[in-house]
């Protein structure tokens, strides 16, 4: 068990091109940390270097208090997790997993306990003696973790490894992952491109973007109060709707104006907060689940809006509407009952407490 | 023309071009044909061997008999090669030629092949390209340098001295194989075996050796057949007929000046190819997957 400090970590690759540009995070022990973003914004390079599996460009990687900078793979105390599971074919599932263990000369009767012990945790003890091509790859993925668990080391790394489970099994594994986490407590970096599986596994999300952190928080704390655009656009499912507006002033209150005159209320709340934009060209931001109909009256700080919806997706438990409303992309989530009608337009409801104003000029949220 | 006629023309074509059920007959038909004669075409050298090691010396000089008949069939020339002892000579130098060649090739190859393939260094792409082109240097074109340098080393006339000289063939092309293979392994079994605790040589070892069996064996056929089969590197190399192995033991024993003792050099030259094609026969599953095996994984 440790603590992982990541400080001013550079990877910059031949042609000047930096993949991760001086990052720091500190990670606590027992904590385990998602690191999420899009393709190519240095998180699995960030993985793979505490892992020791790249080089450090610049900064310090410390794990359980030492510098690992020049300390090779196998001496760092991790274990890691891969996409592919990295499995050897040629050994038996209890091979694979006592490998780690055989080469650092453990006793015969210490590894059997641990792989043992690891199998029972995962549920795959009626597969010790069968190869990796005789499992399915849910099975493998437990393998690969079990490979993980019994070594028991400092921190463990995962590399998108739910990425080539299908729809089903990545929820399942995913649970899976949790409760192994709440039984071995060992500080856990996890590396997805998955915001959902971010929120639902994380103790602290670290949204990567282009080589830097854009934000480290809890799930909610992301969700509720992002610091960027990026991240208000990232985290939640389907995306935040952003629209071009003005802050306005009129008789004491804050109004928020969209392009089409819509005018909205900004809660007494968040005035004092606003009040230094006013006049401002800013962007509105609210999540599709803050933009709904008729049905959820009971909320204050509701504020009407008419929108003629272009696309209706019935999902079963809620309804998604896609509009279109000055260039901008806007999804609201409907009560399933609400009878929407492309070509219709349909009063919607703003909650104003979940709003949000981006400026545009350096994409923050205020 | 209107379009429904048109419409209905269009099935009237590809009935005519052919049903896939008949497309597919008439390719098996083809395929059938080109493959028998290619196979008479290649099998026919080796039966009129056999059938000339069967034949008494008489026969085989006796042109108005047809040469693919045995008359009176005869084991004389293969009693004649057991039980001559130089013949034995022979066999045993090409064994020790081969399997000397056989494991020096496989340990250079297996550990270059993982070095250019895993090891991320300075020119290791261009090295990789460079081992194959060497093998594009034909052995007509080798052997008169490699002569001196054997000949300075005090090794012709010596099986060692063919030792010394076989790798030149193999390893190029081992290498090459085991390269694609390797290189077919996910980089991330690598990094799971580091991860593991494993350094570079239990990583060979441990992990890649055994994955990479099929292509090991592959190679493996390789450098035996061309140790086996060579000929240009000992004629030029080896004159004493002590060290010589089957392939020009054969030839130089059993012609003298003009007179060919056709049915002893068919019974030896048969003799001599028994060993590949017993190991052909048995290994040829991992043959083909090892050849195969960079191509299809990439």
Known sequence: ?366 | MSATAAGRDIPGIYHKAGSLRSERRWAMWTAYVSLIIAAIIFLAPPFYMLVTSFKTNAEIADYSLNPWLIRSPTFEHYAAILSNPIFIRFFINSCIVTACVVVLTMVISVLAAFALARMRFWGSQVLATGVFLTYLVPDTLLFIPLYQIVGGLGLLNSVWGLVLVYPTLTVPFCTWIMIGYFASIPKELDEAALIDGANWMQMLLKIFVPVAMPGIIAATIFAFTVSWAAFVYPTAFVTTAEQMPLTIGVVSQLVRGDTFAWGQIMAGALMAALPPVIIYAFLMDYYIAGLTAGATKG
């Not at chain 1, 393998?143 to 990425?163: N, Y």
């Not at chain 1, 008789?251 to 401002?280: E, F, I, M, Q």
């Open chain 1, 1 to 366: 068990m440790a603590q992982v400090s990541l400080r001013k970590i550079v990877k910059a690759y031949e042609g000047d091109v930096q993949a991760v540009k001086g990052i720091n995070l500190e990670i606590d022990d027992h904590e385990f940390v998602v690191l999420v973003g899009p393709s190519g914004c240095g998180k699995s390079t960030t993985l793979r270097m505490i892992a020791g599996l790249e080089e450090i460009t610049d900064g310090e990687i410390a794990i359980g208090g030492a510098v690992v900078n020049d300390i090779p793979p196998r001496d760092r105390d991790i274990a890691m997790v891969f996409q592919n599971y990295a499995l050897y074919p040629h050994m038996s599932v209890y091979d694979n997993m006592a490998f780690g263990l055989t080469l650092r000369k453990f006793p015969k009767a210490e590894i059997d306990k641990r792989v043992k012990e690891a199998a029972r945790i995962l549920d795959i003890t009626p597969l010790l003696e069968r190869k990796p091509k005789a499992l399915s790859g849910g099975q493998r993925q437990r393998v690969a973790m079990g490979r993980a668990i019994v070594r028991d080391p400092k921190v463990f790394l995962f590399d998108e490894p739910l990425s080539n489970l299908d729809a089903k099994l990545r929820v399942q594994m995913r649970t899976e992952i949790k409760k192994v986490h709440q039984t071995v407590r060992t500080t856990t970096v996890y590396v997805t491109h998955d915001q959902v599986e971010a929120m639902t596994l994380a103790d602290r999300v670290v949204v990567m973007n282009q080589g830097i952190i854009e934000q480290v928080g809890p799930p909610q704390e992301l969700y509720h109060h992002p610091a960027t655009k990026f991240v208000a656009g990232f985290i939640g499912s389907p995306a935040m709707n952003f629209m071009p507006a003005r802050l306005e002033e009129a008789s004491g209150a804050l109004n928020v104006t969209l392009a089409n005159g819509t005018s909205l209320p900004v809660p007494d709340s968040r005035s004092a907060r606003y009040r230094p934009h006013v006049g401002k060209a800013l962007l509105f931001g609210i999540r599709p689940e803050h933009l709904t109909d008729e049905k959820t009256m009971d909320k204050d700080n509701l504020a009407p809006l008419s929108l003629t919806p272009e696309v209706i997706e019935p999902m079963g438990m809620e309804t998604l509407a896609h509009f279109r409303q000055d260039g901008a992309e806007i999804t609201a989530r409907l009560d399933p009952a609400t009878p929407a009608e492309v070509g219709v337009p349909l009063r919607l409801l703003a909650h104003m407490d979940q709003m949000h104003l981006i400026d545009p000029t350096n994409d923050k949220v205020l």
